[in-house]
């Protein structure tokens, strides 16, 4: 059943004598997750029978009916939830309780049962942060990171990147208002962090407001340059030559910013790493075991689940 793409009308007549968590999407269908928390549940279940009830599935819901959804899901007496595309804004004004940390991000990833509602956390910075380690052998802390995107996975991408003490942050996009909304937003964050924008005009930057470093650590944030007819978000031969490239996106596992890193030998990785870590730190809120107990056997679900979406439809950084 944990296999399924369950609706609205399946948690209306919902049956479960385990412990539930799931995740919400729409559409869900393509999501990872399930692959990835179910293997993690029955290796934690190998050592502790505890875990042997959990599961975890999925549910195709409505943007409308999320607000129905959530609170079936309490009554229902599911323990946590993941969110995806487009619930985590949504899911803002639904919460009883917001965790500091995520607040200025504004998005919640992972919901946490409590007596009034649901509890929301962001995992997806510390997914971030930990998959750039795992996947580049870089920290955060102490990079020059130029992001692409301004967007609302570029804003928790930079709400981490901050968090950790980067040296610097540019931001790259291709519109003026949601790039200066997003500049807005963390320069009272930022503290001493320099943080600049820049807009990108057919894939080069174009009049600078806050400079590019040599060596810098790009991530994207962005969609552009999944399919193969769309040119990547930046040309990475007209910046300052960077120290890696990290994309958020998982599928295609090589997108156009990738395949353009390969050829100019750059260090380079998707995001799949992201999601096993932003995964494993979800089941830590709700299991209090740590992530790094799980991240290999997410990562490890994760990338056998993966390749049989292999040419598939481009799917989103998270969930």
Known sequence: MSDLVLKLADLESWSFSGTALAVLGHPIG??????????????????????????????DIDPADLPAALP?????????????????????GLLAEVDDGARPVGAFNTLVRAAAGWRGFNTDGYGLSEGVRESLGRDLAGADVLLLGAGGAARGAAVECLRSACSSLAIANRSRPGLDALLALLRPLAGSIPVGGLLVEGGRPAAPSGGIRPGALVINATSAGLRP??????????????????????????????????????????????LAHQGARSLEHWSGVPAERTAAAMLAAARTAALQFAGGAATSPRQ
């Open 30 to 59: 393509h999501s990872l997750s399930p692959a990835m928390h179910n293997a993690a549940l029955a290796m934690l279940a190998a050592a502790d029978s505890r875990f042997s009830s959990w599961r975890y599935f999925r549910f």
């Open 72 to 92: 079936l899901l309490h009554a229902r007496g599911f323990l946590g939830v993941n969110l995806t595309v487009p619930h985590k804004v949504i899911a803002a």
């Open 229 to 274: 007819d769309e040119p990547p978000p930046v040309d990475l031969a007209a910046l300052p030559r960077p120290s890696g490239v990290y994309d958020m996106v998982y599928n295609p596992p090589k997108s156009r910013l990738l395949e353009r890193a390969g050829a100019l030998g750059l260090p380079c990785a998707n995001g799949l790493s992201m």
